[in-house]
Every structure is written in structure tokens, then in C-alpha cells.
């Protein structure tokens, strides 16, 4: 009897794998989960070095992905957005969980109390920029992963890629230097290269199946 519904247990789970909410809300959770992990990495003490953190290379990454799960541009560009808001909640919500008389995720504030206070702190402070950023970046790699999806095009494959080979020289304008330590940079743009080898593979894979 098991036997016998299994292949009805797997078309059941095909079938809600085609569903655009669940893959959205499957990337809503990997974007939170993302970000709730990359917060827990420690941060350099030393000034001038970078921290892994604030790689935004990943996040546009997400957003390409979590669009190139979807069949329409609409829910493309949606899951692309939501997904890297929820890598922001995820980042953050360390932060909003510390208790203001105390400085530690320990004290007698409630906890709803510190999300509301941590909330409107942040969201008028770091979280505010970020998370319009995080809409507009999500927004345009939802839609970018959409179009790599349908037609396999080399502006859109190009562009998530090249944001890891960009992205060194992003940091080193934005801060007028660039950070240390140099492995981070370039084991970076090794990841953008080896993508964008694979993106013209892909390319010229799907032209000669034409």
C-alpha cells in the first residue's frame, strides 16, 4: 500500500512545486535564512577590513534565482523583491531582539515591545536604506532571472555575474579604498568569472539545440 502512494505523494508534490506562491515562499525562507546566517558571522575588529556580511553580490544572486523560478514577470519580480526582504529581516532581527535596557537578547523588556521599538529604530536608521535598495535590486534580478529563465539571454546571465566581478570596485569607490583582506575580492571574482564561463556554455548550449 505504501508502494502505491508513493507515485501519488510525488505527483502531489510536483504539482505544488509548480505553484508560484510555494516556490516564492520557498525563496522567502532561503533569502531569511540567508541573511539570519551571514548576521551570525563575526565582525573584523581591525579597521580597513572588510566585512563578509556586506557582500551584496549574493543577495542580487537570490533575487536572480528566486525570479528564475517563476513562469510570469509579475511573481518573477515579486519573488525577487520579498526574497531579498526577507534576507534583510533575517540579517536584523538579531538586532531587534536585544533588549534596550540591557544591550543583550537577556532583560525584562517583552519581546513585542522590542521589535516594535527595535523596528521603528532600525527602519529609520539602516534598515530603511536597505530594505529600499533590497526592493529595487530584488525587483530588477527577479525579473532578470525571468528573462535568463525563458530565453536564456546573455544581458541578463551577464549582469548577476559581473555583480561579483563589480563588486570590488563598487566597495572600492564607496570607500574610496579597498577594503581588506584581498582573497575576498578575489575569490569573488573568480565565482563571477567561472558563472559567466558557464552562463556562454549554457548560451551556446541552448543555440545549437535550436
Known sequence: MALGLRPRYTRRMSSLARVPAVRLAVFVLIGFVYGLLTSHIPSPRAVGVFWVSNLSAPWLLLAFLAGWSQRSRVWAAAAGALTDMAAIAGFYLTFLLIDPT??????????????????????????????????????????????????????????????????????????????HPSVIWIAEAVVGLAALGWVFAARRGTRVAR
Not at 114 to 126: E, K
Not at 135 to 148: D, E, Q, V
Not at 164 to 178: I, K, Q, T
Open 102 to 179: 540591557t544591550g543583550r537578547p537577556d532583560g525584562p523588556t517583552s519581546m513585542l515591545a522590542r521589535i516594535v521599538g527595535g523596528m521603528s529604530f532600525w527602519l529609520g536608521s539602516s534598515i530603511g536604506p536597505w530594505a529600499a535598495k533590497a526592493i529595487l535590486a530584488g525587483l530588477a534580478f527577479g525579473l532578470l532571472g525571468w528573462w535568463w529563465a525563458r530565453s536564456r539571454s546573455m544581458i541578463a546571465g551577464t549582469a548577476v555575474c559581473l555583480a561579483f566581478v563589480l563588486e570590488p570596485w563598487a566597495w572600492a569607490l564607496y570607500d574610496g579604498h579597498l577594503p
